[in-house]
């Protein structure tokens, strides 16, 4: 009986999810991960409006996964990034902006959850001359118009001693 109800909850699986591919990838070549809780950001410095505070602290902490192009790896780019797309196209997926263009890159925002209570809030930033990253902002009842807001604020939050300061370069 135990078996039927773990095959049956196993065959559920409607495929990838974002978590499996980072959990896949994070050791592979060419990938590098962060994973931080949103303290490592100093924002002591920084003067957040209530809505900008509301959204720091509804955000939980960040996951990162970054695939860097080299001369060895085009085709593998390729791939991994047309596997992240097709994860992101499953309809659980919401779609809240993009942007971008085919010269400099594009960007795709989504999230589980609603605009009002989002879970997790997704970008896939990709660069044909840099790679890809993919970021996972984690939290409790994240609001969208809030964490948009919290954008102009953290263009002024010190990166520098931070682990995340590889991955605002990456954004350079």
């Known amino acids: 009986m135990l078996a039927l109800i773990i095959t049956a909850f196993s065959s559920c699986n409607n495929g990838p999810t974002l978590q499996t591919y980072y959990v896949d990838n994070e050791l592979k ?5 962060f994973d931080a809780p949103t303290s490592l950001i100093n924002v002591d410095k920084v003067e957040l409006t209530e809505q900008q505070e509301r959204a720091y602290k509804s955000v939980d902490k960040l996951n990162a996964l970054i695939f860097q192009i080299d001369e060895n790896n085009k085709e593998q780019y390729k791939v991994e990034l047309e596997k992240i797309k097709t994860i992101l196209k499953n309809p659980k997926y919401e779609e809240l902006m993009r942007g971008g263009n085919t010269a400099d890159g594009k960007f795709i925002v989504k ?3 609603d605009v ?18 993919v970021i996972r902002i984690l939290g409790d009842d994240m609001n969208a118009n809030d964490l948009l807001s919290l954008r ?8 520098e001693s931070t682990d995340l300061n590889g991955l605002t370069d990456f954004f350079k």
């Open 29 to 33: 070549p060419g990938f590098t991960t």
């Open 111 to 113: 999230f589980l959850g």
């Open 116 to 133: 009002e209570s989002i879970d997790e809030l997704i970008v896939l930033g990709n660069a044909n001359d840099k790679g890809f990253a």
């Open 152 to 159: 102009t604020a953290l263009d002024k939050a010190n990166f």
